[in-house]
């Protein structure tokens, strides 16, 4: 796959100029050490499906991954009902594996087989929780959204997270942390990013964000959901709609997260560009970001994300929710600017930056888990606690 087409089929395109055997050997790291998007995907499973793939070729990647996914599946299938913490865990294995085989967008056969057996995968994890997971399904212009509510037995009504996944994630990916936020009394619905999984939209629009204020409507009609009480949770991409939603929702929102989201700076052609070599993304950057935006080519993908910023919209200098921005200042995917720009417009907002940190704010001092440990959920926490005037 060249720049200049994006094709269904070929060859992954490696980020960092990576030959076969350095991206193995990446994806072997990033499995060992539990890093993204690898998380989850223990070293041996991986092991096994690099083990096999001799080429770059996208459906050899996903069949390896898919045929280790299906080992685990059968072994779920093959253990006692009883022991139903065991059970619960293989599907959830057997679905980090097929998420990974159809990752980052499915543009080839395989990989969309791979959606498919991801979404059953998880979805069978999903019943087995306690409460379980509730697959939602909220009529939206002739199809439907489709998200995950999960709710904590008490308080109820419960207070929530409204989590959106990011370019290459999935709500899948939200839904599977639900523990995290039923802990601390906290519910969480979790949806697709518009252009992505099971999104309505087939592809991103810079009024996408009418789906969710959509799913607002429906949250205040759940008599178990505290509608008053609501934090918008943007990663990655979806950091943008968290950042707008700010705005334009303001009056039902008791904050949002920025998590690593672009805002203006990214959607300069100069930066696309150049944020394609990055070697933070492991592979087919370019196929996600034309898939998001249903770009056919570079240039294309250009023209329609030069459509986003919220800057030029001349939305940033109006009223907002609360706002939590936070990101890494050597982020190679998306600018470290564009949580300044947030910072001089509008309302007063709270940051946290990791001076040393990459995509999210992800360093060795500070992975994933500890930045939602330390970082977003006390955030999160003190905005759903916190009194309305």
Request: charged share 30%; aromatic share 10%; hydrophobic share 35%.
């Given at each position: 796959m060249g720049n200049s087409e994006v094709e269904a089929g070929g060859d992954l395109v490696p980020g960092?100029?990576?030959?076969?055997?350095?991206?193995?050997?990446?994806?072997?790291?990033?499995?060992?050490?539990?890093?993204?998007?690898?998380g989850?995907?223990?070293?041996?499973?991986?092991?096994?499906?690099?083990?096999?793939?001799?080429?770059?070729?996208?459906?050899?990647?996903?069949?390896?991954?898919?045929?280790?996914?299906?080992?685990?599946?059968?072994?779920a299938r093959s253990l006692d009902a009883k022991n139903l913490a065991e059970v619960r865990d293989e599907y959830w294995r057997a679905w980090r594996l097929f998420h990974f085989a159809r990752w980052p967008t499915e543009n080839s056969p395989a990989r969309q087989r791979a959606k498919h057996r991801a979404l059953q995968a998880f979805?069978?994890?999903?019943?087995?929780?306690?409460?379980?997971?509730e697959v939602v399904r909220i009529p939206f212009e002739g199809k439907q959204i489709v998200g995950y509510l999960r709710l904590p037995l008490r308080p109820r009504p419960a207070p929530l997270v409204f989590g959106i996944a990011g370019l290459d994630s999935r709500k899948e990916d939200i839904g599977a942390?639900?523990?995290?936020?039923?802990?601390?009394g906290i519910g969480l619905f979790a949806v697709d990013l518009p252009g992505t999984g099971e999104s309505p939209l087939a592809t991103a629009e810079t009024d996408?964000?009418?789906?969710?204020?959509?799913?607002?409507?429906y949250l205040e009609k759940r008599p178990e959901v505290d509608a008053s009480r609501i934090v918008v949770q943007g990663r990655s991409w979806s950091g943008y709609w968290a950042a707008k939603l700010a705005i334009t929702e303001r009056a039902r929102l008791r904050g949002t997260v920025m998590h690593g989201g672009p805002i203006h700076h990214?959607?300069?052609?100069?930066?696309?560009k150049a944020s394609l070599a990055t070697g933070e993304y492991?592979?087919?950057y370019l196929a996600a970001k034309c898939a998001l935006v249903g770009a056919r080519s570079l240039e294309e993908m250009l023209e329609r994300m030069g459509r986003f910023s919220l800057l030029e919209a001349g939305l940033l200098d109006q009223p907002s929710a609360p706002m939590l921005c936070v990101n890494g200042a050597r982020d190679s995917q998306?600018?470290?600017?564009?949580?300044?720009?947030?910072?001089?417009?509008?309302?007063?907002?709270?940051a946290w930056i990791n001076p040393v940190g990459g995509h999210m704010g992800r360093s060795p001092e500070w992975p994933s888990p500890a930045i939602a440990e330390k970082v977003l959920m006390p955030w999160v926490a003190r905005q759903l606690e916190r009194r309305v005037q």
């Open positions: 960092g100029g990576r030959d076969l055997d350095a991206l193995k050997e990446e994806v072997q790291r990033r499995a060992d050490r539990n890093m993204p998007p690898l989850g995907i223990g070293s041996e499973d991986a092991h096994s499906a690099l083990s096999q793939i001799r080429s770059l070729g996208r459906e050899e990647w996903a069949g390896e991954w898919m045929r280790v996914a299906d080992q685990r599946w059968e072994r979805q069978t994890y999903g019943r087995l929780l306690d409460p379980p997971l942390h639900s523990d995290t936020y039923l802990k601390q996408a964000d009418r789906i969710f204020s959509e799913v607002l409507d990214y959607f300069q052609p100069d930066w696309l492991l592979y087919d998306i600018p470290i600017a564009d949580v300044f720009v947030l910072l001089e417009h509008g309302d007063p907002k709270e």
